[in-house]
C-alpha cells in the first residue's frame, strides 16, 4: 500500500504525516495523534459524535479520509480551552448541565461551536438546526440548545 | 473503517485531462471521491485507486447571460447560501439543498457527488431535472453535454463511462415569472433520513397560459424520473384546481414505486398525487405573488 504525506494544523499545531488512502481523519486523530476526545460512534456519518471544524466549519472526521484533509486546519475538541480558561461553550455547558453520559458532547460541542462561527447572534431556531446532525442518546437536547444559547451570551471577541 | 475498503492508491490530478487519463488507466478499479459522504459509507471492496478532484477548481457557481453554471465538486451549503439560487425558479435548488442530510454533510458532499452516486431518492437529482439541467462530461477523448434526463441509467447507474467525468452542471436562463417547488416527505426522526417521496416542479408561463411544465418525482422508480404525460397536459393550458387534480392523479398512474423499509409501494402512490398537487398549488401561490408585484 502506497503511504501519502500530509500536512495538516491540528489545534494550531503541525503535524507531517504518512497515511494509508483509506485511513479517516477521525482515525488519524485517534490513534496517532491521541486526542481521543472526538468520538467513534456510528462510523457511517448518522450520529455526528466525530464532529471536527475544518476551516472553521463543522465536518464528520470519520467519513474524512485522512489525504483529503491535506493543507487544512483541524479544530478538535482538545483545542478550544485557551491555556487555563475554558471556552465559553465548555463553560456554559458545565453550568447549564448539558452533559449525561457525554459522548456526544466533543461533537455538540464542534457543532456549536461552527454555528457561533457563521452567527452572530443565532435564534434558538438556527442552534437546533445546526445541531440536527448530532445525536445525543440520552436525549439531553433541551440543556444543550440552552447552553449554547448562554455560550453566545458569554462570549466576547472569539 | 474496519472493512475491506482498502484502496493501495490515492491520486489528486491537477487537471481534468490528468483525472481522465488516470480514469482510463485504472477502470472500474478506480473510484472518484469528491466530498467523500458517500464513498466511504459504501466503503467498496474492489477500489484499487481513488481519484480526488479536489484540486480541479470545480467548486464555483457562476451566473450570466445564458444560466447558471455549477462546478461538479461544489458544496451542498454552497449552494444553500448562494444568492443566486434565491431567485425563482432557481430557490427549487435551494430548497432541496436545503432539505438534505445535515449541516456537517452539507459541508462536505457535492452537488456533482449527488448525481453521480444515482441514488433514485438523490433531493438534489428531481430538482435539477425541471430546471432542464445540462450535465457537461469530460472523458479521455474529449467533452459531451447530456441533458440530466438522460443520465440516469439505474439504481446507482449512470451513462458515464469509465474514462468519464461530471464537470460541471449548466441550468439555462429563466425568467422571473417561472415557478417552481420541491417537496419531500420523509420520516421525520433524524435530518438524515432518506426521501420517501420527493417532488420538484417547475411552470414556465406566458401571460395566463402555461408554456411548459416539468414534474420530477424520486423514490418511486429506479431512476428519478419525468412524469411527462402530466407535464403534456398541464403545458398550453390556463392551469385551473381540476387540472392540478388531474395531473397529480396522472404522476401517481406512472410512478412505480416499491415496498422498503421507509413506505409501502401503495402509501407512496398515494404521496406522490398529495405532493405532486401541493408543488402544484406552490407554485400558483408564487404565480399569484409574481402577478401581484409586477
Not at chain 1, 46 to 57: P, Q, S
Not at chain 2, 225 to 242: F, R, S, Y
Not at chain 2, 275 to 282: H, I, P, Q, S
Amino acid at each position: 500500500m502506497a503511504k501519502v504525506d500530509i500536512k495538516i494544523w491540528v489545534n494550531g499545531e503541525e503535524f507531517g504525516l504518512a497515511v494509508e488512502p483509506h485511513e479517516t481523519l477521525l482515525d488519524v486523530l485517534r490513534n496517532r495523534l491521541f486526542l481521543t476526545g472526538t468520538k467513534k460512534g456510528c462510523g457511517k456519518g448518522e450520529c455526528g459524535a466525530c464532529t471536527v471544524n475544518i476551516d472553521g466549519k463543522s465536518i464528520l472526521s470519520c467519513l474524512t479520509l485522512a489525504v483529503k484533509a491535506d493543507g487544512k486546519e483541524i479544530l478538535t475538541i482538545e483545542g478550544l480551552q485557551n491555556g487555563n480558561n475554558l471556552h465559553p461553550l465548555q463553560e456554559a455547558f458545565i453550568e447549564q448541565g448539558a452533559i449525561q453520559c457525554g459522548f456526544c458532547t466533543p461533537g455538540m460541542i464542534m457543532a456549536a461551536k461552527a454555528i457561533l462561527n457563521h452567527h452572530l447572534n443565532p435564534s434558538e431556531a438556527v442552534v437546533r438546526t445546526g445541531l440536527s446532525g448530532n445525536l445525543c442518546r440520552c436525549t439531553g437536547y433541551e440543556s444543550i440548545v440552552r447552553a449554547i444559547l448562554k455560550a453566545n451570551k458569554l462570549r466576547g471577541v472569539d | 473503517m474496519d472493512g475491506f475498503f482498502r484502496p493501495n492508491r490515492y491520486y489528486r490530478p491537477k487537471n481534468i485531462r490528468e483525472a481522465t487519463q488516470l480514469l482510463s488507466t485504472f477502470g472500474e478499479r478506480a473510484r472518484i471521491i469528491a466530498g467523500g459522504t458517500d464513498l466511504l459509507v459504501e466503503e467498496p471492496s474492489e477500489i484499487d485507486s481513488i481519484i480526488d478532484l479536489e484540486n480541479l477548481n470545480l467548486s464555483f457557481i457562476r451566473k450570466n447571460k445564458e444560466g447558471i453554471d455549477i462546478g461538479a465538486t461544489t458544496t451542498i451549503n454552497l449552494i444553500d447560501s448562494s444568492p443566486v439560487f434565491s431567485m425563482s425558479p432557481y430557490h427549487v435548488l435551494k430548497e432541496a439543498a436545503q432539505e438534505m442530510a445535515t449541516p456537517a454533510i452539507r459541508n462536505m458532499g457535492t452537488i456533482g457527488g449527488n448525481i453521480c452516486n444515482a441514488s433514485p431518492a438523490a433531493d438534489l437529482s428531481v430538482a435539477l431535472m425541471v430546471l432542464d439541467t445540462n450535465l457537461k462530461i469530460s472523458g479521455f477523448n474529449g467533452t459531451r453535454i447530456l441533458p440530466i434526463g438522460d443520465f440516469f441509467k439505474d439504481v446507482n447507474k449512470t451513462s458515464l463511462i469509465d474514462d468519464e467525468l461530471l464537470v460541471a452542471l449548466h441550468i439555462p436562463l429563466y425568467s422571473g415569472s417561472d415557478v417552481a417547488s420541491f417537496l419531500k416527505l420523509k420520516h421525520h426522526q433524524t435530518s438524515i433520513d432518506i426521501a420517501i417521496v420527493n417532488v420538484a416542479v417547475r411552470l414556465s408561463f406566458s401571460e395566463k397560459i402555461c408554456e411548459e411544465a416539468r414534474i420530477a418525482l424520486g423514490a418511486v422508480a429506479k431512476t428519478p424520473i419525468h412524469i411527462k404525460k402530466a407535464e403534456t397536459i398541464l403545458g398550453g393550458m390556463e392551469i385551473n384546481a381540476a387540472l392540478i387534480e388531474n395531473a397529480a392523479y396522472l404522476a401517481a398512474q406512472e410512478s412505480s414505486p416499491i415496498d422498503d423499509v421507509r413506505a409501502s409501494a401503495s402509501y407512496r402512490k398515494k404521496m406522490v398525487a398529495v405532493l405532486v398537487k401541493r408543488a402544484l398549488e406552490n407554485c400558483m401561490k408564487g404565480r399569484d405573488e409574481w402577478l401581484k408585484s409586477t
